[in-house]
């Protein structure tokens, strides 16, 4: 083998090991270093409370696709995420006051309903929705 290509050979080796010193690796609890830019607000969020030793909270979900996973609903019409929406369905009187939710979207009182908004979701996809949150 020549000296370019051991050379090359070489370089090639440090780049990609010094390209994956960091991946996998947990920052120590007293790690100071910031968020990176790209982690959104509620991974940092979360983040902060499990480092400052509050109570561990999963992350909130993102809002920003036409599903909400966690609810079982279009974004736009659920109103868990929503305090606007949860305030415009309690005025006209769709409220599970037993859950803490539309009734229109207790799918603990109504399993039915759930049918109904995974349809919703079957008809836009072709499939199954992910199953939402027991509670």
């Given at each position: 083998m020549n000296a370019w290509k051991r050379?090359?050979?070489?370089?090639?080796?440090?780049?990609?090991?010094?390209?994956?010193?960091?991946c996998?690796?947990?920052?120590?609890?007293?790690?100071?270093?910031?968020?990176?830019?790209?982690?959104?607000?509620?991974e940092s969020g979360?983040?902060?409370k499990s480092e400052g030793g509050a109570s561990q909270e999963k992350p909130e979900h993102d809002h920003s696709g036409w599903w909400c996973n966690e609810h079982g609903v279009p974004e736009e019409e659920c109103g868990r995420c929503s305090a606007k929406l949860a305030a415009a369905f309690q005025k006209k009187g769709d409220w599970c006051k037993e859950h803490d939710r539309p009734?229109?979207?207790?799918f603990l009182c109504h399993p039915e309903k759930e049918a109904a908004f995974a349809a919703r979701y079957e008809a836009k996809y072709g499939k199954q929705p992910p199953k939402p949150e027991p509670n």
């Open positions: 050379f090359s050979l070489a370089a090639a080796i440090v780049a990609v090991s010094w390209w994956c010193s960091g996998g690796e947990a920052p120590s609890a007293d790690s100071k270093k910031p968020v990176p830019a790209t982690a959104n607000a509620a979360a983040q902060a009734d229109s979207q207790c």
